[in-house]
């Protein structure tokens, strides 16, 4: 069989970095796949089956899926000619991975003889079949075995392929949500003299920052010709500047200070999930590569023109790392639920059309096709396709994948 160059240096490289001995034995291989490909051609029925002989006596064993879940149906003949499916007694056993056996037994049904109970993905295993004709028994057996590798302990340890084991778990209810940062409430003051006159000093500039009682200018009052100072009221920024010395005051705004040490997160719902959120409502808000943990204190009262309705939660930016119309990620937490099973998001890849994880079964790796449910925060329920207990790849899992898809694994039916 043809390797794949650039998988095998993976695998070398990871041994090598272990300190490993490599030797064309020491790399993982699957199950009996090798030597199967160099076999000959696995002779097929006329409805695609398996052909299986025994002198004169045969049977086709196929695998029937069009419009039903797959099972085993099984056309005999005998020196060429057809063996009506009332005549034969016949028994299949699948054993899977880990000493499991399906026990299949056959009905007639039309022609050909149907089995009473669904072949369950993945389909490997090895086949027994035994059958009974004209009081003479034949028997065959035959491995069919996909999405299976088998990796030493040693070698599985030094490429750092880990485990999990599947259970219940306790998800959350996250609701994705997009926002930007504005101001607090409150956070402007408009500074003007107090009593009108000339600005005979200016001791701040626009983009400075200032502290509460620190003085910004002072002014000669108009109607006594003495001084004042004029102080600031809050800790923040000089954002705008509209006056300088030697300037009359009026009664307009000279200074704007702004405080921005804390910022308010607006958030865009829609839909069904506005409706699920409270005040109080916990909420992550994603920041470029921050994360900050709130919760939601009041919504605006009106609809944006989009017809989404706007949360806002406070945002510590004490340290000034954040900026006003700063985009926002938001994943709102509406609740948690409990799953009698869940896996790792990152230990789910592709196989065939199915997504799956690998189980481990001593040093043995096979598919297990997945029904899935529900995500949250890097775990997804499993609704079937796995047991509980099972133990599976939880990591490096692309290894796995890469090796089966090596050896040239087939989904024979």
């Known amino acids: 069989m043809k390797k794949n160059p650039i998988i095998s240096a993976i695998l070398v490289s990871h041994l090598a970095i272990a300190g490993l001995t490599i030797t064309p034995s020491t790399l993982a291989r699957s199950d009996h796949q090798q030597e199967t490909a160099q076999a000959a051609e696995v002779e097929k029925g006329p409805h695609n089956g398996r052909m299986l002989r025994d002198g004169d006596f045969a049977i086709e064993l196929a695998i029937f899926e069009t419009g039903v879940p797959p099972e085993f149906r099984i056309y005999a003949s005998n020196n060429g000619s057809e063996v009506a499916p009332q005549d034969i007694d016949i028994n299949v056993k699948l054993t899977r991975l880990g000493n499991v056996v399906d026990d299949i037994n056959f009905y007639q049904e039309n022609n050909y003889l149907r089995g009473d109970m669904e072949i369950y993905e993945p389909h490997s295993f090895m086949v027994t079949v035994t059958a009974s004709y004209q009081g003479k028994s034949h028997q065959w057996q035959y491995d069919n075995f996909e999405g299976r590798i088998t990796i030493s302990n040693e070698l599985a340890t030094s490429m750092a392929i880990d485990t999990n084991t599947i259970g219940p778990k306790t998800l959350h209810n996250i609701e994705r949500a997009y926002g930007k940062l504005v101001l607090a409430p409150n956070a402007t003051r408009n500074i003007s003299a107090r009593f009108a006159g000339e600005v005979t000093a200016l001791w701040v500039r626009q983009g400075q920052r200032v502290r509460k009682g620190q003085k910004l200018l002072t002014i000669e009052s108009n109607s006594n010709l003495s001084n004042y100072d004029v102080r600031s009221p809050m800790d923040g920024i000089v954002t705008a500047q509209m006056t300088g010395v030697g300037e009359q005051t009026g009664d307009d705004t000279l200074i704007t200070i702004t405080n921005t040490s804390q910022l308010v997160a607006?958030?865009?719902?829609?839909?069904?999930?506005?409706?699920?959120?409270?005040?109080?409502?916990?909420?992550?808000?994603?920041?470029?590569?921050q994360v900050v943990q709130t919760t939601f204190f009041e919504s605006l009262p009106h609809l944006t023109p989009q017809q989404a309705?706007?949360?806002?939660?406070?945002?510590?930016?004490?340290?000034?790392?954040?900026?006003?119309?700063?985009?926002?990620?938001?994943?709102?937490s509406l609740g948690s639920?409990?799953?009698p099973m869940a896996v790792e998001k990152d230990a789910l890849q592709a196989f065939r059309d199915f997504t799956v994880v690998y189980t481990k079964i001593g040093e043995q790796y096979e598919v297990r096709m997945l029904e899935l449910g529900r995500e949250s925060n890097g775990w997804i329920e499993v609704k079937s396709g796995i047991k509980t207990g099972a133990e599976y790849v939880s990591k490096n899992s692309y290894i796995i994948k890469a090796d089966i898809e090596k050896s040239g694994a087939s989904h024979d039916h």
Do not use: H
């Open 309 to 332: 309705k706007v949360y806002r939660a406070n945002i510590d930016n004490s340290q000034g790392q954040f900026t006003v119309g700063q985009f926002a990620k938001a994943a709102i």
């Open 337 to 339: 639920f409990t799953v």
């Open 266 to 289: 607006e958030v865009a719902t829609f839909g069904d999930v506005r409706q699920q959120i409270e005040i109080d409502t916990p909420v992550s808000i994603m920041l470029g590569e």
